[in-house]
């Protein structure tokens, strides 16, 4: 499987073609579901392109997309930079108007399993972030609810190759004892990296402009669906 991340965190000043509003990130799934992704992420943002958890904007981000690429599943951030406190990101989940087919749960996050029972209590699949160099493997892993995600989310935050590999095998082995299937993504320098070795292993995997602003040759990437055709060629190639 071969998820799109079509915006992360990330603001204009740092790419300027970043699909930002709920119209932008309609055309940008559209595009990179016809270059071969099959799942999206998204962040909704606020007036000011900040992320937001708020029950409008998520509405009109999760509406939009799913107007735009009609069966395909669609999942937001719960992210703790967005909302500090994890009960009023767990209240605002529980406010949520339009729901998304899935949500990621960063568990190094305070707060992770309160804001994934609420995703569960709603019927929202809980993709577990799971960053390399993190505790948050074993603390995943120790919940009583860790065989209710959808997916779990190997999240490889080193970016140089040489280091990326070292750290997916690290947290590949970490999480052999999960029942979820996993999905595994690098970042930066080391996304490509990360993906091939995903392919190689069959795992699911991701790319977009929230993790990786350039294409493996390192041209600049000129949008979401540049990315995903260059990862469906590695992925459908690999042996």
Known sequence: MLQVCLNGARGRAECSHLPVTPAELAVA?????AAGAVDVHLHPKDGDAQDTLDAAAVAAAVSA???AVPGVAVGVTT???AVPDPY???AQVRSWTVLPDHASVNWHEDGATEVARALLDRGIGVEAG???GTPAAERFLAWSGSRRVLRVLAEVTDIAPGDALHASAELLEELRPAAAPVLLHGEGAGAWTVLRLAAARRLHTRIGLEDVLHLPDGEPAADNASLVRAAHGIFHGAP
Do not use: L, N
């Open 29 to 33: 799934a559209r595009e990179a579901v």
């Open 65 to 67: 997309v799913r107007a």
């Open 88 to 90: 009023v990101r767990a």
């Open 79 to 81: 992210g703790a930079w």
């Open 130 to 132: 799971i960053y390399s």
